[in-house]
């Protein structure tokens, strides 16, 4: 795909937070009486945002969470989350290389439903927020991802169709966000299986294999 632009996910594609943003919910969630482990976690509510995440977590436990209550909780977890990211290096060892490479070529842009500061916070640590032109975060849209509204936002963000963008996703949450937007996906494995990545135009191992040649023959 020439004259192409890229759209990074962000948690599990670029940074590591996976395990922490677990572990704040675990967090929050214990004092409810509510236990959610790591299995329930990957296979039910690590595609969405903090609220979508904790609106799917009162369906499963039957919970009758008001609006109100569920901002509260994501608040809490906000301030839980912000506190370990304090004391953790979390971009993959290949993130920084990858960004600076590509960049070289191509725009990119992150569509994520981490919260902004979040994804500021990292990149700047990283010496890496220059490097795109936007952040589509949580919130941005009315709806966040398996939605497409994210990935559609960040196309027009690029000024191209579509079509004419490449976004990289570790989950099929993610991977059917972008497809339903209309982009091309390229799955990476670092979170799930390939097997759980079928949707995707391509599936890579590492970081090091996102490359332009890769993104131009889709």
């Known amino acids: 795909?020439?004259?192409?632009?890229?759209?990074?996910?962000?948690?599990?594609?670029l940074a590591n937070s996976e395990p922490l943003h677990l572990r704040a919910y675990q967090e929050i969630l214990s004092a409810l009486g509510i236990s959610v482990d790591r299995d329930e976690y990957y296979a039910r509510y690590l595609g969405f945002d903090d609220t979508g995440a904790f609106k799917a977590i009162?369906?499963?436990?039957?919970?009758?969470?008001t609006e109100e209550e569920i901002a509260a909780?994501?608040?809490k977890k906000t301030v839980v989350f912000d506190e370990m990211l304090e004391s953790v290096d979390v971009l993959y060892p290949r993130a920084a290389?990858?960004?600076?490479?590509?960049a070289r070529d191509l725009p990119l842009g992150i569509a994520s439903g981490a919260l902004r500061h979040e994804i500021v916070a990292i990149?700047?640590?990283?010496?890496?927020?220059?490097?795109?032109?936007?952040?589509?975060?949580a919130g941005d849209t009315?709806?966040?991802?398996?939605?497409?509204d994210p990935y559609r936002l960040a196309a027009r963000l690029h000024g191209l169709p579509p079509s004419r963008c490449v976004a990289i996703e570790d989950s099929r949450w993610g991977i059917e966000s972008a497809k339903s937007a209309g982009l091309r996906c390229v799955g990476i494995t670092?979170?799930?299986?390939?097997?759980?990545?079928?949707?995707?135009d391509a599936v890579?191992?590492?970081?090091?294999d996102f490359t332009r040649e890769l993104i131009e023959g889709l």
């Open 1 to 13: 795909m020439r004259d192409s632009a890229v759209v990074f996910d962000f948690d599990g594609v």
């Open 58 to 65: 009162a369906a499963a436990r039957r919970q009758a969470w």
């Open 73 to 75: 909780l994501v608040a």
């Open 97 to 102: 290389e990858c960004v600076v490479r590509l």
């Open 123 to 137: 990149l700047r640590r990283g010496g890496l927020e220059e490097y795109f032109r936007f952040v589509v975060a």
């Open 142 to 148: 009315p709806a966040g991802k398996p939605a497409p």
């Open 190 to 200: 670092q979170t799930y299986a390939a097997p759980e990545l079928g949707n995707a």
């Open 204 to 208: 890579i191992a590492s970081l090091d």
